[in-house]
């Protein structure tokens, strides 16, 4: 519904008395001036503050810059500052987990002698790597054994120059250029580029 005058507005001159356009006339320009002043601004005059809901019947609110709020409601649950703060914050929690898993896997520290599970007590799983202590050299799980994991060879390129590596059956393996657009993944116990 259009926002208009709360009352009707008063013709200028009742009943042909000239007397009464002045008193109309200035309670008619209170009207509209409070009828403007219930509305809301384009160009951000104030007053512009809301003194109840806004109810947009279903519409959207389009453009919106920052959404400044105390509450913020999607389909009834509330999605607060500190909620969504929390998320946030498990969500990295659960990264991080996953992160030093994965190093837990595959990068098992120093040990005095060949283990027998990865660092969470899981099964080894064929690339992880350790520093045996006691033979002073780093070894690398072959899927069945321990074996020495050599120096790089001569001819590959240093891995810092951008030539990537892999280690498999006692050496190590440059991995083939993937094209663009492709990912990096391991299949078939080696990694191989694909489309995503």
Do not use: C, H
């Amino acid at each position: 519904m259009s926002k208009g005058p709360k009352n009707k507005l008063k013709k200028l001159a009742n009943n042909g008395r000239p007397q009464d356009a002045n008193r109309n006339t200035d309670e008619n320009f209170e009207q509209l001036e409070f009828a403007f002043m219930n509305t809301l601004s384009l160009d951000g005059s104030t007053p512009n503050a809301m003194q109840a809901d806004l109810d947009m019947n279903g519409q959207d609110v389009i453009n919106v810059g920052t959404v400044n709020a105390q509450d913020f409601r999607i389909n009834g649950d509330s999605i607060a500052a500190d909620t969504v703060a929390t998320q946030a914050a498990d969500q990295a929690g659960q990264a991080r987990d996953e992160i030093v898993a994965l190093i837990n896997q595959t990068l098992l520290g120093a040990k005095n002698g060949d283990p027998v599970v990865d660092n969470s007590g899981m099964p080894l799983v064929e690339g992880v790597i350790y520093y045996n202590r006691l033979e002073e050299e780093m070894r690398v799980w072959s899927g069945i054994a321990w074996d020495v994991l050599e120096p790089l060879p001569q001819g590959l390129t240093d891995p810092f120059d951008g030539e990537m590596l892999y280690y498999e059956n006692g050496s190590y393996q440059p991995i083939e250029s993937g094209e663009n657009g492709q990912v990096l993944t391991w299949l078939g116990g080696r990694p191989r580029w694909r489309n995503p």
